[in-house]
């Protein structure tokens, strides 16, 4: 009598756990009390309901990714959202080339793909003085990134040359972001800031070009912003580093006033 089996159990069961609610309530706990508390109720924090994915793992991988691109702070406060065009109005043309930037850039992050059978996203050389947006916007494309799964790593040209020189020397100069530099060339999407702004010599220049050149041979992308014009690139780097930059990333020119600026002289 296997169904009558089952029905004296499931009768049973119910009994204790009655009688379990009823002595955690005699003593002020809910009836509940002693069962597990789970974050997530939906995959009970085991990250996955069947096989698939939970939206809160998927939650916690973006975090962490954010965390380790070393743009956390930046990617909470500079996206795409909050990137306005109208600093840009005292200029016609820079309204203009800025507005075609800002979509562009958009594609760009949305359409970040590095599956076999895609179009490798392109490298990107950002050009333009201090405060017009090429930071916000390298952040806002690395907050996407992010997003889709992809690893994003960020440091600035200092902070990039401290790395290797830490490694060969044990001795940099700067905060480093990481004491591994396989990030530079393995990492999905790299992001170097103020290129420019490091002293330029035979090591960092070896540096620079291991870097470029690797990611360029493995078809990783990066994202390299600079204060430097194309002839100032010419003239401070090697014709080895500077025909890749203007040769093989696409330059992105940034005008207009300084936004930084602007923002003071409004408060």
């Known amino acids: 009598d296997t169904e009558g089996k089952i029905a004296e159990l499931r009768a049973e069961n119910e009994r204790i756990t009655n009688a379990r609610a009823a002595l955690l309530a005699s003593r002020g706990y809910p009836a509940d009390y002693s069962e597990p508390k789970y974050e997530c109720t939906a995959c009970r924090d085991t990250g996955y309901v069947g096989i698939k994915m939970c939206a809160c793992m998927r939650k916690r991988l973006v975090e962490a990714g954010m965390y380790s691109s070393g743009l956390g702070a930046l990617m909470q406060k500079q996206t795409f959202e909050n990137f306005s065009c109208e600093y840009y109005r005292s200029s016609p043309d820079a ?4 507005g075609d930037n800002y979509r562009y850039l958009c594609r760009y992050a949305e359409g970040f793909a590095l599956e076999a059978g895609k179009s490798i996203p392109e490298s990107l050389l950002f050009l333009g003085g201090t405060g017009l947006g090429k930071t916000h916007l390298s952040t806002a494309i690395a907050r996407v990134v992010t997003e889709r799964g992809y690893d994003v790593f960020y440091n600035s040209a200092v902070g990039m040359i401290s790395d290797f020189e830490s490694r060969r020397f044990g001795n ?10 396989s990030a530079y060339t393995e990492c999905d999407l790299l992001i170097i800031d103020d290129l420019g702004t490091e002293v330029v010599n035979q090591f960092t220049l070896s540096c620079l070009y291991h870097v470029i050149n690797t990611r360029l041979n493995l078809q990783k992308p990066t994202i390299i912003s600079t204060n430097l014009t194309p002839g100032e690139l010419r003239k401070l780097y090697s014709d080895r580093i500077s025909s890749r930059l203007t040769g093989e990333f696409q330059v992105i020119p940034f005008y207009g006033t300084d936004v930084r600026k602007q923002k003071l002289q409004a408060k």
């Open 172 to 181: 940099g100069v700067a905060a480093t972001t990481t004491d591994d530099t």
């Open 95 to 98: 309204y203009r080339v800025m």
